[in-house]
């Protein structure tokens, strides 16, 4: 089995100097000296199950390189498993969420799976972390090898990305099976304090919400040429005119164009570049319920007053999140499910997935996606926090979201996007995309309000001075 140690680079932190104002950014300084202090030449590991792919991979490619721009010595190891172990994982990642999943058991054999799986990582962990070291695990896939890593000799720290506000069978499950390889560990970090499970809740906890880079290539800024262009590049939408490149400024300053291709299923024509997009950006996941989300668009193609704008659901390559192994099945049920709705409306929903082999260029698409969406919706049915809900806002865009898990910390209704307080209720999404399709000024202000509400909570820099705020209260174990 090998670990992957994931390449990190070190990001400067002076572009935050014109965002955050001079006392701000002097502030962030001064909490970077502390940090650096406590930590001495202890090394700040994070364990994950993928090293792209969904939020928190994203989130650490950001955080680390901004922690080793300001001298703090941070990496990043990747775990191994198989094909059992991810459909164990995956079906506590429902379970936390208070679903079903697949219904599969979470009985002893499949805990013999999981740790069998991890005992084996473990051993390699250890011959790369130190005694004394502090490792920060994410999410249920790597929560046991906390014991492992204590008896090292390391401080360890578990981050759960993942949570329902709720408590039913699904979450009992899901807990019963992750608390007691935790019970030792010396903090845990939670999205929403309504996620801490009874459990836990004798051990140290912090509430950090997730945040983004706003200089990172899927939050940069962008202009309508350039996302255009970048969209006609990748086969999403035709028309208009080509005297832009397709241009984006990757992590190391230097200035490319996008290359890839994305796949579309659709029927004839793409959209016009004219045509509003209503967007849904998510991974292929039921949680994220893009088979609800056609069925509430496509009722708003008929009838006397049908919309005038198309649906687009993108999502990753199915084959390129490791940690995710029923994203190819819920993308092959909703391609047929759009594949029995009639022509008139198959004509106006676009299903696309986007290439991962170049994670920045990723990301590319994505920022021009969601730059040029008339509207971005995230219908989910159960949520962590929704950092496309994040991105969206910061773009400025006019959002439609259900009310559920840390969607609810971002969006406050009718300021700063529309919130569907029943994520199930079909009508109530149609209306609210026909009123934002027909009230512009409207539109045009929620977005406004969205993005002025991340500059002032959902920055990368107040993410980070929380993590040194949870450092200053550690209890360190002795370094060797």
């Known amino acids: 089995m090998q670990i992957q140690n994931v390449e990190l680079r070190t990001q400067d932190v002076t572009p935050f100097r014109a965002l955050l104002g001079e006392v701000d950014y002097r502030s962030m300084l001064a909490t970077a000296d502390e940090a650096r202090r406590l930590l001495g030449d202890r090394i700040w590991w994070n364990v994950h199950s993928t090293a792209r792919g ?53 009985g002893e054999a499949e805990r013999a799976v999981y740790e069998n799986t991890l005992a084996a990582n473990a051993a390699f962990l250890c011959m790369q972390i130190r005694p004394g070291d502090i490792v920060l695990l994410h999410d249920p896939q790597s ?14 720290v578990w981050r759960s990305h993942i949570g329902d506000d709720k408590t039913n069978i699904n979450t009992l499950l899901g807990w019963a099976f992750i608390a007691p390889y935790l019970y030792q560990i010396s903090a ?12 836990l809740r004798q051990l140290p906890v912090a509430i950090i919400a997730p945040s983004i880079d706003p200089f990172s290539a899927k939050n940069q800024e962008m202009s309508s040429a350039t996302s255009q262009a970048i969209l006609r590049h990748i086969g999403i939408i ?30 004839n024509c793409l959209p016009k570049v004219d045509t509003p997009l209503v967007v849904q950006v998510s991974r292929w996941d039921p949680l994220k319920d893009p088979i609800g989300v056609i069925r509430g668009f496509s009722a708003l193609l008929s009838g006397p007053e049908p919309i005038q704008a198309d649906l687009l659901l ?83 865009r006019p959002l439609i979201a259900s009310a559920v898990g840390g969607i609810q910390d971002q969006i406050r209704h009718g300021k700063d996007g529309l919130l569907l307080q029943d994520p199930n209720a079909l009508d109530e999404f149609g209306s609210a995309i026909r009123y934002l399709l027909q009230e512009p000024v409207v539109a045009q202000e929620l977005g406004k309000c ?23 209260g550690l209890r360190f174990n002795k370094t060797s």
């Open 54 to 106: 969904g939020g928190g991979a994203e989130m650490l490619q950001t955080h680390l390189a901004y922690a080793r721009g300001l001298g703090i010595d941070a990496r990043w190891l990747v775990i191994k498993g198989d094909a059992a172990f991810f459909m164990v994982t995956k079906r506590l990642h429902h379970a936390l969420h208070g679903a079903d999943g697949d219904g599969s058991d979470l």
């Open 143 to 156: 929560a046991g090898l906390a014991p492992a890593l204590r008896r090292h000799g390391a401080t360890v």
């Open 188 to 199: 845990a970090i939670f999205s929403r304090s309504s996620y801490v499970p009874a459990e």
């Open 238 to 267: 035709e028309g208009g005119t080509d005297n832009t490149l397709a241009a984006f400024l990757r992590e190391d300053g230097s200035t490319d164009t996008v290359q890839g291709r994305a796949t579309v299923v659709r029927e």
């Open 314 to 396: 993108a999502g990753p390559d199915v084959g390129s999140v490791a940690d995710d192994p029923e994203a190819p099945e819920v993308l092959q049920h909703v391609i047929a499910y759009w594949r029995q709705l009639p022509v008139y409306q198959r004509e106006r929903i676009h299903l696309v997935t986007l290439p991962m082999s170049d994670r920045e260029e990723n990301a590319a698409m994505v920022n021009a996606l969601q730059r040029h969406a008339a509207i971005i919706v995230q219908k989910s049915l159960h949520e962590g926090f929704g950092l496309t809900v994040t991105e969206a806002m910061w773009k400025a």
């Open 450 to 472: 969205a993005r002025q509400r991340v500059q002032e909570e959902f920055l990368v820099t107040r993410h980070l001075r929380q993590y040194a705020e949870l450092l200053a």
